[in-house]
Nanobody, 128 residues
Framework: QVQLVESGGGSVQAGGSLRLSCAAS????????MGWFRQAPGKPREWVAT????????GYADSVKGRFTISQDNAKNTVYLQMNSLKPEDTAMYYC?????????????????????WGQGTQVTVSS
């Protein structure tokens, strides 16, 4: 079992920044891949970023590439999502996920169905 607790969401104006945190505990082999996903009202859940916590390989959705950065602090068992240059379209509930297996080439799946463990979510609201 893996437990995930997100924090760091809030309200910010367009162009601002937020850093989300995902504190993880539980079976470490299920945390090889960590991901951030988001879901806006009336829209399906979409992939934001992934991290192979052992190899360090990252992946980003085109919509956030160059603005968001996923990283980890192994000592704190925490994965972060640094979000810069925020836009109103980034408004959503952001979820941390774990449990996917890395691909042979090192990156992690961008499909939410590949992840078995989810946090409760943290709301991000960006106003124009």
């Amino acid at each position: 079992q893996v437990q995930l607790v997100e924090s760091g969401g809030g309200s910010v104006q367009a162009g601002g920044s937020l850093r989300l945190s995902c504190a993880a505990s539980g079976y470490t082999d299920s945390r090889n891949c960590m991901g951030w996903f988001r879901q806006a009202p009336g829209k399906p859940r979409e992939w934001v970023a992934t991290l192979n916590t052992r190899a360090g390989a990252t992946g980003y959705a085109d919509s956030v590439k160059g603005r968001f950065t996923i990283s980890q602090d192994n000592a704190k068992n925490t994965v972060y999502l640094q979000m810069n240059s925020l836009k109103p379209e980034d408004t959503a509930m952001y979820y941390c996920a774990a449990g996917a297996r890395p691909f042979s080439w090192g990156t992690c799946s961008w499909a939410s169905s590949a992840y078995n463990y989810w946090g409760q979510g943290t709301q991000v609201t960006v106003s124009s």
